[in-house]
């Protein structure tokens, strides 16, 4: 850890072995940027179980967060500052493979611009999940495709990015099994047998499931529910399949629903992907939204959404 001099209060949370290790060849870089904007820079290396906790205690000292890394290093950060009560604005420096936070908040793929972002953007609260009190910034999700998220060797992302994932996806399709599980939400209970739940605040999964801009909002208090069945035949398989591509998240198959809160209990023990890392066992998952519990620098064209 060590500080530039300044006179606003940064801390500077770098994950060195994000994306293709592109921090520490940017660490520099970065921190000169934001010395010349007046801030006075604490870099912190994140380090594994720990970078929540040390966050949550240490806050409020600063004026602002920056935290550079992937969509699972975010999530860190902002349970960390979710937890900590303090509502300091957080910046972000996308680095990871696939950056889906920064894709729906319009913040440049470029370290510099990105950066830039961070000091002269604009505040805006934005909501956040807990799963079973477990804050999460974006998407929660299990069945198809979920497990490549943490299941991806950190060396092949590193080496190909986004294309890891797919790859490690791909490995699965002949191994999915339906997951029997009742939902309860906005007052109704249904069992069934899925191949995909996601629980989100997104307008993408994984860079692969594409939903309209239209169905989301970032700070509404509600969640975006994607229900995929298990298809009963390969025929079926392809007609979800079509669907899915071409933005149809209504259908007999497919169910697509906002609501503020979800309760999900399933037959046997679960993992579920939380923001690209994996959840521990579970067979009930109680997922709550907190509106406006966060606050984040986007860029100042984009609109409070």
Do not use: W
Request: charged share 25%.
């Amino acid at each position: 850890m060590f500080r530039s001099k300044g006179t606003k209060p940064l801390l500077l949370v770098v994950n060195p072995k994000a994306g293709k290790c592109m921090a520490k060849q940017k660490l520099f870089d970065l921190v000169s940027l934001f010395s010349r904007f007046g801030f006075e820079v604490t870099v912190y290396p994140t380090q594994r179980n720990k970078t929540e906790e040390h966050i949550k205690k240490c806050a409020h000292r600063f004026e602002r967060i920056v935290c550079c890394g992937g969509d699972g290093t975010l999530s860190e950060v902002l349970a960390g500052v979710y937890n900590s009560g303090s509502k300091t604005p957080v910046g972000y420096i996308p680095m990871g493979s696939t950056n889906d936070y920064a894709s729906n908040m319009s913040i440049p793929n470029k370290p510099t611009l990105a950066a830039l972002v961070a000091v002269k953007g604009d505040v805006k609260e934005y909501d956040l999940g807990l799963f079973n009190n477990k804050p999460f910034s974006y998407v929660a999700a299990v069945g198809a495709f979920t497990a490549a998220s943490y299941s991806a060797p950190q060396k092949l992302k590193n080496a190909i990015g986004h294309f890891a994932y797919i790859i490690e996806g791909a490995k699965s399709i002949a191994d999915i099994k339906p997951i029997t599980a009742t939902v309860e939400v906005n007052g109704k209970r249904i069992k069934d047998k899925f191949i995909y739940i996601s629980v989100g605040n997104t307008m993408s999964m994984g860079g692969v499931l594409k939903l309209n801009p239209k169905d989301v909002d970032f700070s509404d208090g509600e969640f975006e529910i994607l229900l995929l069945k298990h298809p009963k035949n390969a025929f079926v398989a392809m007609e979800m399949i079509h669907d899915l591509l071409t933005g149809h998240f209504k259908t007999k198959n497919i169910a697509l629903v906002h609501a503020k809160s979800v309760k999900f209990t399933f037959e046997k023990p679960t993992v579920f992907s939380l923001d690209g890392e994996k959840s521990d066992p579970c067979t009930e998952a109680i997922i709550t939204n907190k509106e406006s519990a966060v606050k984040i620098i986007v860029p100042s064209r984009t609109a409070n959404k």
